[in-house]
T-cell receptor, first 115, second 118 residues
Framework: AQSVTQLGSHVSVSEGALVLLRCNYS??????LFWYVQYPNQGLQLLLK??????LVKGINGFEAEFKKSETSFHLTKPSAHMSDAAEYFC?????????????FGTGTRLTVIP | NAGVTQTPKFRVLKTGQSMTLLCAQD?????MYWYRQDPGMGLRLIHY???????AKGEVPDGYNVSRLKKQNFLLGLESAAPSQTSVYFC?????????????????FGPGTRLTVL
């Protein structure tokens, strides 16, 4: 079975500050891990994904995430927050994609960027 | 390509009414999914389909039915709506086995349907 836990339902950072959104996963098989972003009243957009090719994954809009098996973590970071980063972020995990590739989502973290 | 589209965008129902949400994709994807999104709970899988004519239950299937009569369409039905079904519903699709997996592709999400049941 797969699941993810996102620590912190709300995170506030100042513009220009480091963004760190935390995600820990649980998986009985080698996981695929994803970060999605949702802007107000919109659908989900893929930021980045880990598929075992490299532990440090770079995504769109300057975001990156590092897969740490020993810590079962996949935290999302961005060196310098921009006002346009304000959104809700979801971590997700899947396992055996050949069956159905079902995604299991965390409860989300709402990021606020303070001018 | 329009990608994944959902109809309608908004709907208000009274308790006990029925309705069908339509999801359509023009990417020839094998797998399709219906999720609901509720505050503080993320997205939860309702039903999914791994091919035309097939459906399966997800995490929260009660009160919903689905059909996949055509490969490009995935319908979500509420036979007797309840206030607990007030939510935002998202449809998604994934290429399937021929894609090579998440290494090469991902789930594509529709824009959502906001449903209110009074």
């Amino acid at each position: 079975a797969q699941s993810v836990t996102q620590l912190g339902s709300h995170v506030s950072v100042s513009e220009g500050a480091l963004v760190l959104l935390r995600c820990n996963y649980s998986s009985s098989v080698p996981p695929y891990l994803f970060w999605y972003v949702q802007y107000p009243n919109q659908g989900l957009q893929l930021l980045l994904k880990y598929t075992s090719a490299a532990t440090l994954v770079k995504g769109i809009n300057g975001f990156e995430a590092e897969f740490k098996k020993s810590e079962t973590s996949f935290h999302l970071t961005k060196p310098s927050a921009h006002m346009s980063d304000a959104a809700e972020y979801f971590c997700a995990v899947s396992g055996d994609w050949t069956g159905a590739n079902n995604l299991f989502f965390g409860t989300g973290t709402r990021l606020t960027v303070i001018p | 390509n329009a990608g994944v589209t959902q109809t309608p965008k908004f709907r208000v129902l009274k308790t006990g009414q029925s309705m069908t949400l339509l999801c359509a994709q023009d990417m020839n994807h094998e797998y399709m999914y219906w999720y609901r999104q509720d505050p503080g709970m993320g997205l939860r899988l309702i039903h999914y389909s791994v091919g035309e004519g097939t459906t399966a239950k997800g995490e929260v299937p009660d009160g919903y039915n689905v059909s996949r009569l055509k490969k490009q369409n995935f319908l979500l039905g509420l036979e007797s709506a309840a206030p607990s079904q007030t939510s935002v519903y998202f449809c998604a699709s994934f290429p399937g086995r021929a894609s090579g997996g998440p290494q090469l592709d991902t789930q594509y999400f529709g824009p959502g349907t906001r449903l209110t049941v009074l």
